[in-house]
């Protein structure tokens, strides 16, 4: 299924080899791609800041994305996408024909750019610790708008909201614990825990977008953790999309191991389960 318009977004192939086919594309306001499957892995930068409306052949979604932001998507995803802008925007398509040849560059990678060691969470400095308090009631409107800009990068690759960009926030700061860290007077980052009889569930992570890649998560995961600790627990588990692999290597790399792979619901699909015992 593909929406009706006689507007076509322009490609523009700029390597097509054995390795890669790189694309750029140029929209119009309405423009779409037109109804296409993905034979391979693919990667979307964004050349402009702009809205993707995506048909998955059921729904039909809004992503709103900035300039240079990217997003990955495995292959034999089937949609069509449109410019929901109001102006004209364009992005680099880049498919991996042969993903297995960039496994390790990949995962070097990921190292490399990573601000802190693999094996530990970022330090919980001073500034961090200062900036951290428990949210209130007032504050829940502010925890949402958050966190539907964390994880709207995500949209793409799952072809739907995830499932903390739907969730009831008020309820949340009632009944859980949300912590949130404020840097600079603005509200950066913020984390959602659920303390259960033998264990901390972290239900939720979020980063704004200004300040992802500077290892705000993971000084929360070791707040996390310290709570843990203080309320007398020796286990965190939390749950994430299967899809969301970066976030599932984030999590290893501090200490969490999957302990099972379950289906939420039809909508929802497949999350992966982790723990981390505290010693």
Known sequence: ?????????????????????????????????????????????????GTLRLHNGTEITDVLLTKGQSYMRPAGIKHDVMNASPHAISFVEIEVKQAGQFAG??????????????????PLTDAIRAGLRRATPADAAAVRDLTRAAYAKWVPVLGREPKPMTADYDMAVRDHVVDVLHLDGELAALIEMQPEANHLLIVNVAVSPAYQGRGY????????????????????????SVHLTENVKLYERVGYKVDREEEASPHLG???HMSKPLL
Not at 1 to 12: E, K, L, R, S, W
Not at 28 to 33: H, I, K, L, N, S
Not at 105 to 122: G, K, N, R
Not at 225 to 234: A, I, M, N, Q, V
Request: net charge negative; with cysteine; hydrophobic share 45%.
């Open 105 to 122: 560059m990949i995962a070097v990678q990921d190292q490399l750019l990573s601000p802190e060691s693999p094996a530990s969470p970022h």
């Open 217 to 240: 998560g993971r000084a929360l995961l070791a707040h996390a953790e310290e709570l843990t600790r203080s309320l007398g627990l020796r286990e965190m588990r939390l749950y994430t």
């Open 270 to 272: 497949v999350f992966v």
């Open 1 to 49: 299924m593909a929406f009706t318009c006689t507007i076509p977004a322009v490609p523009n192939l700029q390597q097509d080899d054995a390795m890669l086919r790189i694309t750029r594309w140029d929209f119009e306001p309405g423009a779409v791609t037109g109804w296409h499957e993905h034979g391979w892995p693919y990667f979307v930068i964004m050349l402009e800041a």
